[in-house]
DNA sequence: AGCTTACAATAAAACGTTTCACCAGAATTT
DNA sequence: AAATTCTGGTGAAACGTTTTATTGTAAGCT
């Protein structure tokens, strides 16, 4: 039996009784073409199943249709919605993905790099570790990058994030105005940029509310002990705002866990809003990030690079919306206030949040 | 100024004074080569800043670290974590992976396939959409397939999936046992094999309970409709199970919008365990598959292919885990029952439904 | 009829690798 | 000392494309 391998151009020329320089000019769909040729070019196409090899073809024609996707961790429903938006527009424009997962560190990152970078890649979008990337982008990188959702401490690089400092200052006024006094900041670590523009905006926001900030890193026991040791302590903080994700499913896990309430024992906010936060009971106030239009964006400024748009780098904030639910309810610090001018008192004990 | 491309093959010989030839076999370790050569390109590369361009490395020795992963929907969960499980797998190996989203749609399916096929990939690993895979794999794929969690009609895959039938029996036998005298089945649609398997699971391991199924669809509008509709009507079913993760999110936010209680109007389980059911009060009974076990099998059985074993395909079931939580309590019912023997009597009139 | 233009198709070079056949010299055997 | 085997290294071919330059032919112009 005849060692038969994937057809190549070469056989398709032969089966159609016309040169390989044709098949590929038909194939290219370059003008100058006679329609006689054409057909019987694209019924070999057919007949043997043969598909372009990109990796040769990009190897002469020096153009490539693929573009490097790194982010920190893909098990982050957030990152995931990301690259599938990416994915999806990627593939509206015929380019293929390369994805690689940094896994929240930022050697693995430097080393995902250098090795995507071998792939000749047309473009990256990066979702970076920590503010230091420029330094683990290979020197001799030619291809264009697009930096999403933190912001590198070297400038340079096109730029898609959220407006992170308002949307934080907005939870934090809110729960000012809710009239909580104390609030306790958790996030995983003020080395990522839009934790620490968050801290930045709460800061900014609050006036009569006094806020602490609490760092628990990623994936660090010791962090995570140091918050649960936090949440055994009395008095509690009147309210809790988490500044991320993973600190928001741990702290939220942790409070279950001591048996606090949220938020007979204290509010709760989270930035970054998961589809569970309206499924628990009450809902938790969260300001939802604009995942897909940031995938968007971050693909439109790409291509536009791609196709050879020069040009200063640019910087695009987005716009985040800010969910109040039940969690952050009217403090009951701020009700006995009330109360003493003559409120209900009964409402105090039957409904302790307004779920809306 | 000069026109400084990516470094070659070519340029690193020149620079460190030897042959290309030397330079490949220095780069791929090959035995016969000099400490002190080896040296002078090591510098030279370092000093380029040399990569390998993998496309043409592919060219030339057919061999190729890259493999193709498909999988229905990426935006889910348990999607995403299998991916980012293999991603991580294949990093050890030194392999990268393309990934693509078929969003749900067969067509799509086989067009990514025939796409991906283009970057001639060593391997795939497949996620189907449904039963008809084989028909859309490109008829002249020679590269290695695996399978993972749904069946295909067609024999001749590995195949890696989880014990789908059991594993919803249990669940079925629980709510059973609980007392539950009718359950409604929801799920997605037979069509895919997994559904379909966990749909038989139940009505083999049913012994008093009565089921019954109800197909709502993927992202369909109409079948969402027809589930609201059922969960208005009276009486309810005692129970309801839930077969995949999209449609467990949709009920049970239906179920919180007509505002039915859980497990006071009735009880509730899924198939899926995703982290916030265990974090809304009461928890929710869930079946919850090994995701992780199962990409490493998938990477395992791939790998066992790709380095070249040979003989027949092989299905490889794995064990899921029976999470039981508040949502599936006894049956208010069957406690009205042991109430006769001594019971407390308003217990049955807080529960406001009666079945049959 | 001659001369240029335009057209359709092709041969061959090039892209950056790896591999294969080969070679010079050193080391070993006869 | 001559003949053989190793050893470390190289030139050139090959992989599957695209592109450039070139060809042959038909059409358009005096």
Not at 62 to 89: C, I, W, Y
Not at 182 to 190: A, E, F, K, N, P
């Amino acid at each position: 039996m005849s060692k038969s391998r994937t057809p190549s151009i070469k056989m398709v020329a032969d089966r159609a009784g016309v040169s390989v320089a044709t098949v590929s000019n038909v194939l290219n769909g370059k003008p100058t073409v006679s329609p006689d040729f054409a057909r019987r070019v694209n019924d070999a196409v057919r007949e043997l199943g043969y598909v372009v090899d990109l990796g040769a073809s990009r190897l002469r024609s020096r153009k490539t249709q693929l573009v490097g996707v790194v982010v920190p961790d893909l098990t982050n429903p957030m990152f995931a919605s990301f690259v599938s938006t990416l994915e999806h527009l990627a593939r509206l424009d015929d380019y293929d993905l390369v994805v690689v997962s940094a896994r929240n560190n930022a050697e693995e990152e430097a080393d995902r790099l250098r090795k995507i970078r071998a792939w000749r890649p047309a473009g990256l979008i990066v979702i970076p570790c920590d503010g230091a990337f420029a330094e683990r982008l290979p020197n001799g990188f030619f291809a264009p990058v697009v930096l999403a959702d933190r912001i590198p401490d070297a400038a340079g690089f096109d730029l898609i994030a959220v407006d992170n400092g308002p949307a934080a200052g907005a939870i934090a006024a809110h729960l000012d105005e809710q009239g909580y006094r104390d609030c306790m900041v958790v996030g995983s670590s003020l080395s990522i940029s839009n934790v620490r523009e968050r801290w930045e905006g709460v800061q900014a926001a609050v006036r009569r509310m006094h806020v602490e900030m609490l760092e628990i890193g990623i994936d660090d026991a010791n962090g995570a002990q140091r918050l649960e040791e936090r949440l055994r302590r009395r008095p509690l903080p009147g309210a809790l705002f988490s500044l991320d994700h993973g600190t928001t499913l741990l702290t939220y896990r942790a409070m279950a866990e001591i048996g606090l309430s949220v938020p007979g024992d204290l509010a709760f906010a989270s930035f970054d809003d998961m589809e569970w936060m309206q499924l628990v009971a009450p809902g938790i106030t969260a300001v939802r990030q604009p995942i897909e239009e940031m995938a968007e964006q971050a693909w439109a400024l790409l291509l536009r690079r791609m196709t050879g748009s020069a040009g200063k780098p640019v910087t695009r904030r987005l716009r985040c919306a800010v969910e109040i639910r039940g969690s952050t309810p009217r403090s009951p610090l701020e009700e006995a206030g009330n109360m003493k001018l003559g409120g209900e008192k009964w409402k105090l004990q039957d409904e302790p949040y307004s779920p809306e």
